[in-house]
């Protein structure tokens, strides 16, 4: 993702406690960075609008989840539909209840 930035980074600032050990760039991880960075804040909204976005383009493909209303989120609506139509392949198999179905 970084390669594909407009603007090359020079330093990195990290909501949580990872380190990118793989990126050779000076960074900071910042626990509970977006409520301490407004960078990290402002990258954090960013990043929420454009997945809301991407889950509201993928309702069009996926219509029986109803994506362009609860955004992918683990709500009961949601929940429901992955129970009647199962997951599809555009559902994070770490999430638990997907997890569970793959096994059952």
Same mark, same amino acid.
């Given at each position: $993702?970084? +390669?594909?930035?407009?603007? +090359?980074?020079?330093?990195?600032?990290?909501? =949580?406690? /990872?380190?990118?050990?793989?990126?050779?760039? @000076?960074? $900071?991880? /910042?626990?509970?960075?977006?409520?301490?960075?407004?960078?990290?804040? %402002?990258?954090?909204?960013?990043?929420?609008? #454009?997945?809301? !976005?991407?889950?509201?383009?993928?309702?069009?493909?996926? @219509?029986?989840? =109803?994506?362009? !209303?609860?955004?992918?989120?683990? #709500?009961?609506?949601?929940?429901? %539909?992955?129970?009647?139509? =199962? @997951?599809?392949?555009?559902?994070?198999?770490?999430? +638990? @209840?997907? !997890?569970?179905?793959?096994?059952?």
């Amino acid at each position: $993702a970084l +390669a594909q930035l407009a603007v +090359a980074p020079d330093y990195l600032l990290i909501d =949580g406690r /990872i380190r990118l050990a793989a990126v050779n760039l @000076p960074q $900071a991880s /910042i626990i509970r960075g977006d409520s301490l960075s407004l960078s990290i804040a %402002a990258a954090s909204i960013l990043a929420k609008v #454009t997945r809301d !976005r991407l889950m509201v383009a993928l309702a069009e493909d996926y @219509p029986c989840y =109803g994506l362009e !209303r609860h955004k992918g989120y683990g #709500t009961a609506v949601h929940l429901s %539909a992955l129970i009647e139509h =199962g @997951p599809a392949l555009i559902h994070r198999h770490s999430f +638990a @209840p997907i !997890r569970q179905s793959l096994f059952e």
